[in-house]
């Protein structure tokens, strides 16, 4: 069975940084979209970032990038984003989803585009 476990979160300060991996295991689609969300208490849950599989491409919020870097290692199954000059607005629960090839990059916004999703990482961001 498809797993998609997230790790890296924790508590840090203001302007610090965190590394969250996400490892796939299990049988997934051979070239997926693999991207980032997450959501805040009381929020509706957001698009963060996403990397296509096939050729590496990646896609970030406007707000979020060159603060947040989205990579993959394909030799691990894994995914990181790695997050910069955190703010107490990225407070949020980190989850990592997988979904089918498409060259459509206005679909990886979109939540429901996704069809596996891990358990979630909590970052916490203390001002």
């Known amino acids: 069975q498809v797993q998609l476990v997230e790790s890296g979160g924790g508590l840090v300060q203001a302007g610090g940084s965190l590394r969250l991996s996400c490892t796939v295991s299990?049988?997934?689609?051979?070239?997926?979209?693999m991207g980032w969300f997450r959501q805040a208490p009381g929020r509706e849950r957001e698009f963060v970032a996403a990397?296509?599989?096939?050729?590496?491409?990646?896609y970030y919020l406007d707000s979020l990038e060159g603060r947040f870097t989205v990579s993959g290692d394909y030799g691990k199954n894994t995914m990181y984003l790695q997050m910069n000059s955190l703010k107490p607005e990225d407070t949020a629960v980190y989850y990592c989803?997988?979904?089918?090839?498409?060259?459509?990059?206005?679909?990886?916004?979109?939540?429901?585009?996704?069809?596996?999703w891990g358990h979630g990482t909590q970052v916490t961001v203390s001002s």
């Open positions: 299990g049988r997934i689609f051979s070239s997926p979209i």
């Open positions: 990397i296509r599989w096939s050729d590496g491409n990646t």
């Open positions: 989803a997988a979904g089918r090839q498409s060259y459509d990059p206005n679909t990886y916004y979109r939540e429901r585009y996704y069809d596996y």
